[in-house]
């Protein structure tokens, strides 16, 4: 125990690692779960291509000295700020249908756009564009970590501020509006907040452990926890323990840490609906048990009775 | 109450589905108030439509409709203060764990400001309104695991709890057993008997609740008739909303009118 803090204080990239670890683990529990509860899981990815297309146009931008400043990172953010408005544009009426399609939609267009401007940059920038969706928790510079930290703790602040409104919204956004709350507005924060994080941590971690732990964990604890605080925090946990597992094993095994957090993250759905069948077939044995001739019967004549009324009155 | 301001006023109002259909078209009637106010006619007839306009959250095509002398599209914030809504049923979303205990709150947690905190007035009111459905003891249950005619109760006890002058519920019995639609009826009913509130219900039948209602507006995607229970209950009429092959029958003192379309209940 003692060796592995030893480690660990000698190593400022494990420490940034484990910082990162952390700070993911927050943006799945207060994004991904929201991202889910609203049937949004693929806005993940969305978001992530979105952002290579905007770092295209980012070199691209800087490359021509038509815009010299115009760092990628800009353009991955602003790009992804376009989808998640664009996105909410199309889910103002509260329909998830509509906001999958506008993912999709802005998903093809920033990579067909992406792809556009590939000729015109020069060939050996081109892997800086797909870079930016390969990154690794163990290669973080401070940058990244600050960079993170600040999105991290956006999401977090207005989480905790309006994680009601957040409910609210996702629940009943046409009774929450007709009630008095504003519930265009936080239906538009939650998006864009939510697309900030995802750009700026695909950009620090690589795009497979971003969806991996914006998505499953989040789709597992909603399978099993049935309180919203609850799903949060198992998440959190979920996040966590699969990226430090992650983590550990790419120092004993010759392996990516995001492939080992992904395959854990990915693993807990898969093992949340096996557990939810075995107590779902549990609760209806019990059920079956408490259901005594005796009940059905008089089940069985009030139906018929009712019937009967109703064949009246019609 | 000596009021003299309706409680919904509309002029030459025309209202197109977000598929450009016409949902409503020259729609003028005025409402008194306070009053128990039922809009009848089938599927389609633009029912849901003329509330949510009335609400602010489509805009009319043509024409205007108030709801207190407040202007739909103008002044929907001053409305909003006063409207506690219950949406179709089929609108909320099932997949997040949310209790009833929340659901409930939310009625009264709207009227506020951030951070929304629940004082124990408002968890009082919350359960109170709970009781009245008979569901209190479903507090901590989570909503998504009730069954269709429980999540009703649970949405009526969520404008019950509620603060404001209107009561809107669109289609509140659908899809509901008799035993549901019997406390719901009774709890909007006895509400609106002790407090100074209007009720304005859509349903597909006026049967369950013709005894309470003051005011029925007959629609089909115009309006077709308005006034009391017993003149709109007119064979004529009924034909004309609901096909040839509806008929009006009288059992036991009430009038009861047999459509195709609707029925005293849906059995989901």
Not at chain 2, 3 to 30: C, Q, W
Not at chain 2, 71 to 92: A, E, M, N
Request: glycine fraction near 8%.
């Amino acid at each position: 125990m003692i060796d592995i803090i030893q480690i660990i204080i000698e190593s400022p990239f494990i420490q940034r690692a484990l910082l990162a670890s952390i700070m993911i683990a927050i943006i799945a529990a207060a994004s991904g779960t929201f991202l889910v509860f609203r049937g949004l899981s693929f806005m993940a990815s969305g978001v992530a291509h979105a952002a290579l297309g905007g770092a295209a146009l980012g070199i691209f931008l800087q490359d021509s000295g038509l815009v010299p400043w115009f760092d990628p990172i800009l353009g991955a953010l602003l790009f992804s700020i376009l989808v998640a408005a664009f996105t909410g544009y199309a889910g103002e009426s509260g329909i998830t249908q509509k906001m999958e399609v506008a993912v999709g939609v802005s998903f093809a267009l920033s990579m067909s756009f992406a792809v556009f401007l590939m000729y015109y940059i020069p060939p050996y920038k081109v892997p800086l564009i797909w870079g930016y969706l390969i990154g690794d928790i163990l290669l973080l510079n401070d940058l990244d970590i600050i960079m993170l930290g600040s999105t991290t703790l956006l999401l977090a602040v207005i989480t905790l501020m309006f994680n009601k409104e957040f409910v609210y919204v996702s629940v009943d956004m046409e009774g929450s509006t007709a009630h008095g709350m504003n519930a265009r507005a936080y239906h538009y924060l939650m998006l864009i907040v939510s697309a900030l994080a995802i750009a700026l941590a695909t950009k620090a971690v690589g795009a497979i452990l971003v969806y991996a732990i914006m998505v499953a964990p989040a789709a597992a604890s909603n399978e099993l926890v049935k309180s919203v605080r609850g799903v949060i925090f198992a998440v959190f946990l979920i996040a966590l323990f699969a990226e430090l597992v992650g983590i550990a094993a790419s120092f004993v095994l010759f392996v990516s840490p995001s492939a080992i957090a992904g395959i854990l993250a990915a693993l807990s759905y898969i093992l949340a609906l096996q557990i939810k069948r075995v107590r779902d077939r549990v609760d209806v044995e019990i059920d079956d048990f408490n259901l005594s001739p005796d009940d059905l019967n008089t089940t069985w004549n009030q139906a018929v009775a009712n019937e009967h009324e109703d064949g009246h009155e019609h | 109450m000596m009021s003299t301001t309706p409680l919904i006023e509309t002029h030459d109002l025309a209202v197109r589905y977000p598929n450009g259909a016409l949902a409503l078209h020259h729609v003028s009637f005025e409402i008194k108030s306070p009053s128990f106010m039922a809009i009848i006619g089938p599927n389609g007839s633009g029912k849901s439509t003329l509330v949510k306009t009335a609400l602010g959250l489509i805009k009319p095509s043509r024409g205007t409709i108030k709801v207190m002398g407040y202007d739909s599209q103008k002044k929907s914030g001053k409305i909003r203060k006063l409207v506690r809504y219950v949406p179709q049923r089929d609108s909320i979303d099932h997949t997040v764990p949310v209790k009833v205990k929340d659901i409930v709150l939310m009625g009264r947690l709207l009227k506020k400001l951030p951070p929304r905190f629940a004082t124990s007035k408002d968890i009082a009111a919350a359960k109170d309104a709970l009781q009245q459905v008979n569901m209190e003891e479903l507090w901590e249950r989570p909503f998504p695991e009730l069954s269709g005619g429980q999540r009703q109760r649970v949405l009526v006890a969520r404008a019950l709890a509620g603060e404001g002058s209107i009561l809107v519920l669109d289609e509140p019995l659908a899809g509901t057993d008799v035993e549901s639609q019997d406390l719901i009826v009774a709890a909007l009913g006895r509400y609106h008997k002790e407090n100074d509130v209007s009720i304005i219900m859509i349903t597909h039948d006026l049967n369950p609740i013709h005894t309470l209602v003051e005011d029925v507006l007959l629609l089909k995607n115009t309006v077709i008739g308005l006034g009391e229970p017993c003149s709109i209950m007119d064979p004529e009429l009924i034909k004309k909303v609901y096909g040839p092959t509806a008929r009006i029958v009288e059992h036991s003192g009430h009038r009861y009118c047999m459509t195709h379309d609707s029925g005293i209940d849906r059995h989901d």
